[in-house]
């Protein structure tokens, strides 16, 4: 029998009964699995995920946009997420990305960044992908709509998306770098849970 190890992203209002509690399922956001050496991959949502109401947090990428909003987050850190996250596309009738306009009216790729907010979206179909993916889907003019139908969207242009897609490893340590700066001075905690 192999045990997997990941860290836990739970929802903040949902707290497991103890310290050496399991929390419930219905209260894990997600998890980044960590491999053996220690090498943490991409976040994956929990499909089984029950957010207290339609308007709480879903997904890092979700929590990370809404940060952005207040000016709280910079562009930095919305890339390197992207670079680490999972996504849903929306997909026409055909299996083609589901192409729509935003609010603002600019043409857009239809993206969930988790099962709660693809149930707040409406496309016949939807497919996982990562950023290779969603880059090479990606039309020429036209940007990226995450969460369409929640009480935030989110548009990313397009190009912005690419270079998440195409930083170098300098530019990638330098923005964990500005991350780390931006995060001095506030307690941030992982909890690793074995399974």
């Not at 905690?189 to 399974?195: A, R």
Request: proline residues 9%; charged residues 25%; glycine residues 8%.
């Amino acid at each position: 029998m192999s045990t997997e190890n990941y860290f836990l992203l739970l929802d903040p209002d949902r707290e497991p009964e103890g310290p050496s509690a399991v929390p419930a399922i219905e209260a894990v956001i997600g998890v980044w699995p960590v491999a053996g050496d220690g090498v943490v991959g991409a976040f994956r949502g929990n499909p089984d995920y029950l957010p207290r109401d339609a308007d709480a947090v879903a997904d890092p990428l979700d929590a990370l946009f809404r940060l952005a909003v207040q000016g709280r987050a910079g562009a930095e850190q919305i890339q390197l997420v992207l670079r680490d996250s999972l996504f849903e596309v929306g997909l026409n009738g055909d299996g083609r990305p589901l192409i729509m306009r935003s609010p603002d009216d600019v043409p857009c790729m239809v993206i969930a960044t988790s099962g709660p907010r693809r149930e707040q979206a409406t496309a016949p179909q939807w497919r996982r992908i990562d950023l290779t993916e969603l880059v090479s889907l990606l039309p020429d003019r036209v940007d990226v709509l995450f969460n369409p139908g929640s009480v935030l969207p989110f548009r990313l242009i397009g190009d912005f998306v690419r270079e998440a897609l195409l930083m170098s490893d300098e530019e990638i340590t330098e923005a964990y770098e500005a991350v780390r700066e931006s995060l001095s001075g506030r307690s941030l905690e992982v909890v690793p849970w074995s399974l």
